[in-house]
Nanobody, 120 residues
């Protein structure tokens, strides 16, 4: 059974940094895209950053220049380094992965979410 487990959230002052990690476990053929979304109270879940299988990385305009996504395909992990955090970055951050399973079924998986709170 495929699982995504996040870690690294917490409380930080504006201007500070946090690094989120996400590990994929279970049997699978391949991980296609892997990245991060976030959802603030009262808002829809939105893309933060994601990397495709071809190593192309997409960032939300609101985080460009401040957040950096990295991916370790061997360890099946994805990271999000968040610098110069702002109060508007406060949200639950979710790891997302598009995974092909052993039976060749391809679907999205989500982690349980990790809270990031930025105080002003």
């Amino acid at each position: 059974q495929v699982q995504l487990v996040e870690s690294g959230g917490g409380l930080v002052q504006a201007g500070g940094s946090l690094k989120l990690s996400c590990a994929a476990s279970g049997s699978m053929l391949s991980i296609n895209t892997m990245g991060w979304y976030r959802q603030a109270p009262g808002n829809q879940r939105e893309l933060v950053a994601t990397r495709t299988g071809s190593a192309s990385t997409i960032y939300a305009d609101s985080v460009k220049g401040r957040f950096t996504l990295s991916r370790d395909n061997v360890k099946k992990m994805v990271y999000l380094q968040m610098n110069n955090l702002k109060p508007e970055d406060t949200a639950v951050y979710y790891c997302n992965a598009d995974i092909t399973s052993l039976n060749y079924e391809r679907r999205d998986y989500w982690g349980q979410g990790t809270q990031v709170t930025v105080s002003s």
